[in-house]
């Protein structure tokens, strides 16, 4: 069994690769931009040691993500697109910091390196990957292939031979190439981001790992899954065939596992004392050296000899017993009795939660035939454990790496808060883009548990509470009738300079002095509606560049005194054969909702709803700049009227909708490709089941139902819904 050898404080910020030079050296890369070459030295005792050379330091802010070793050079690449080979025993004053490689071709970060040697003809290859969908095979260090064909990140490859490949990727496929053409796809193996490859060709497999948490071991030629292996309780960051017939996984679960082949089982579970374990390495004499969130490396050995004394073992059992957990990752209503720690487990690396004599929730890993604490369970709602940030106390308080090289901002939050509300403050305090936006609040959600409704205007989170359901209703989300959502932000300065600029080219241009009053007058729609409506029209009737005016209406659809002005805006922009006018449409339409005056009158109109989802298109390519956005609109367009549909017990209007969702959009795969599309159709037909029974009923026999659920049936929004439909 592995025990701890050496614990190494290396970086300054996250290690996310180690690649192996052979039993006494490995080189090591970070997120602060250096490359670090490692050295055993003799053992003093029964002490093992390391030294090191700072081999390469980015001088750009950049950080790198992976490494790669062949014939005296390790390569590392990074955000900067460029993968760089340095000679690994050359420390930066040697090397003056000047790659004797540099390979250049990817337009995005490089996130996976792989090489292979041609014993027969003495060629050096590499392999690398990249979020630019691509991956680059090269030749002695000249470009040879890229590989297109891959619709998201290409996080992983292996070089099975000099004119053969295999990638995995963000868009859940496998692909076997020969040469720069694609020959096999293997699809169905995992239901999230598959982050890393490896290839056993003595035995004709492969193993992927995916954010799903699995494991697959599959046949090579087919792609037939042969073994899954379960274990980590999050995402699998890397996975790799290891000596004598193992297999070796790491994640961010806080883990490294070793699985026995032959068995095709779990072997050994080692917890760590930091959040994300992001890589590792064998080196030529069996040992395992592991990279982390924390900055730390850690050697872990079979041996003996090289294992660290009684008081390090110690010390590093009790950093780890001491460590905190987020109660997000594990699951509390499943708490044991104290008594089950004088049992001997169930399997080894199993994890219980109990409660201490103190009250306190803690969690035992059952691991070498005993129970070991890895950790206090922290963070969970209603928990009395708070945290003080300027004189008041949270539940979390994050730390958020907005730039590389400048510390992290402080981010505070309660379990209790409006995620958004949050996020505006955060952004607002440190002068941060609005970009940012929807980003900070999938990071609060990711990291707290909760649960959000929209990801690209207003939210309704669902609250946490401390006190049981009430017994009246068994359902969790359905029906979800709290608000309409809204599609209305916008940048003021992005919009009027965007006017002024076409204005210049337009044959009929708005007077300057109105271009002026422009910008001010969208600080206060409400009360500048009017001015706003007329600039939309003169822009309508009189330019060739009719987009602003629909982007204006958008805007002030909320305030406009009647729906007579909106009608011939929705008329010609749904009909339109611009995607982009059609997106701007229907946003007018979303934003209906919010008219108090006149919107929910207008919108339920048969011929209006009727005529909007015969109109809407659902055929959207992919390659639209703004696809993502129309499927959204169009989405939140449908969950908006279920709302009104269960709000009004409106059933003459089921039929429509229910039809525009199971036969139009539904059917559509570019809709369902979409997770958050995908997730507001669900809601949306989840809404109309609770006004229309036969829809639950059928639920399980739909299509489109189906492939959602088949695609993201690991993601606990969507399993709430899919409980309340019994599906």
Not at 128 to 146: G, H, M, R
Not at 149 to 174: E, N
Not at 311 to 333: G, R
Not at 556 to 578: M, N, Q, R, Y
């Amino acid at each position: 069994m592995y025990q701890l050898s050496s614990s190494l404080a290396a970086h300054d910020q996250d290690v996310k690769d180690i690649v192996a030079i052979d039993e006494t050296s490995f080189s090591s890369c970070s997120r602060d931009g250096s490359v670090k070459t490692w050295f055993r030295e003799k053992s003093s005792g029964s002490s093992v040691t390391w030294d090191h050379i700072v081999v390469h330091q980015s001088t750009n802010k950049s950080y790198i993500n992976c490494l790669s070793f062949i014939d005296g050079i390790v390569y590392d690449g990074g955000n900067n697109k460029l993968i760089q080979g340095f000679p690994y025993l050359s420390n930066i004053q040697e090397n003056e910091n000047e790659p004797v490689f540099s390979l250049s071709k990817h337009t995005a970060n490089v996130c996976s390196l792989s090489s292979f040697y041609d014993a027969s003809l003495g060629d050096n290859y590499i392999i690398s990957c990249s979020w630019d969908s691509t991956a680059i095979v090269w030749k002695n260090n000249e470009f040879l292939f890229q590989l297109r064909g891959h619709q998201s990140s290409v996080w992983d490859a292996k070089i099975i031979d000099p004119t053969t490949f295999i990638t995995c990727s963000a868009d859940r496929t496998v692909k076997v190439w020969s040469k720069g053409t694609c020959v096999k796809t293997f699809e169905n193996l995992h239901n999230d981001v598959i982050r890393a490859i490896d290839v056993d060709l003595e035995n004709s497999i492969f193993a992927t790992s995916s954010n799903d948490g699995f494991i697959y071991v599959c046949d090579l030629q087919t792609g037939a899954p042969k073994a899954t292996l379960r274990g980590h309780d999050s995402f699998v960051y890397k996975v790799k065939f290891a000596q004598n017939q193992k297999l070796i996984s790491c994640g961010e679960d806080r883990t490294f596992r070793v699985w026995d082949m032959k068995k095709l089982a779990e072997q050994q579970c080692i917890v760590l004392p930091a959040t994300s374990i992001w890589s590792f390495d064998q080196l030529s004499n069996g040992d395992i050296v592991v990279g982390s969130s924390d900055g730390m490396i850690r050697v872990f050995t079979e041996s003996v000899e090289r294992r660290a004394a009684a008081e390090q073992l110690k010390a590093f059992a009790e950093e780890v017993s001491n460590s905190s957990i987020s109660s997000q990752t594990i699951d509390e209503k499943n708490i044991s009795p104290p008594e089950i720690l004088s049992k001997p487990g169930k399997k080894d690396g199993q994890v219980v939660v109990v409660k201490s004599l103190q009250g306190n929730l803690e969690a035992h890993q059952f691991t070498n035939n005993t129970w070991v604490k890895v950790g206090d369970v922290v963070g969970g709602v209603g928990s009395d454990q708070k945290v003080e940030y300027e004189g008041k106390k949270y539940d979390y308080v994050f730390d958020v790496d907005i730039e590389d090289g400048k510390p992290p901002l402080k981010l505070p939050y309660n379990a209790n808060d409006n995620v958004y509300s949050v996020a505006e403050n955060f952004l607002s305090k440190y002068e941060l883009p609005a970009s940012y936006r929807e980003e900070i609040v999938r990071f609060i959600i990711q990291n707290t548990g909760g649960v959000a409704m929209d990801s690209t205007g207003l939210t309704a989170q669902a609250q946490p509470t401390t006190t049981p359901a009430a017994p009246a209703s068994t359902l969790k989300v359905l029906p979800f009738t709290d608000q309409y959502l809204t599609l209305a932000n916008f940048k003021k300065t992005l919009l009027s300079k965007g006017i002024v600029k076409i204005n210049v080219n337009e044959e009929i241009q708005i007077p300057e002095e109105q271009l002026m009053e422009f910008e001010n007058a969208l600080d206060n729609q409400a009360s500048n509606v009017d001015f706003l409506y007329t600039e939309a029209e003169f822009i309508k009737h009189n330019w060739k560049m009719k987009l602003p005016a629909y982007d204006i209406m958008r805007i002030i659809t909320p305030f406009l005194p009647s729906s007579s002005k909106l009608v011939p805006f929705v008329h010609d922009g749904v009909a339109s054969d611009d995607l982009n006018i059609n997106l701007m449409a229907i946003r007018c339409l979303v934003n209906c909702f919010q008219n108090e005056e006149w919107g929910i009158p207008f919108l339920e109109q048969v011929d209006i709803y009727e005529f909007v989802f015969k109109s809407v298109k659902s055929d959207i390519p992919e390659t639209f700049k703004q696809c993502p956005q129309l499927l959204i609109a169009i989405a939140t367009l449908l969950f908006n009227y279920s709302v009104l549909t269960v709000r009004k017990s409106n059933l003459e209007m089921v039929p429509v909708v229910a039809d525009a969702l199971n036969n139009k959009f539904g059917a559509s795969p570019v809709f369902i490709n979409n997770e958050e599309a995908a997730y507001r159709l669900l809601m949306a037909y989840g809404n109309l089941a609770t006004v229309e029974p036969t829809l639950k009923q059928f639920a399980k026999s739909i299509k489109w139902l189906k492939q959602v659920k088949t695609r993201y049936d690991h993601i606990g929004r969507f399993i709430d819904v899919f409980e309340d439909l019994s599906m």
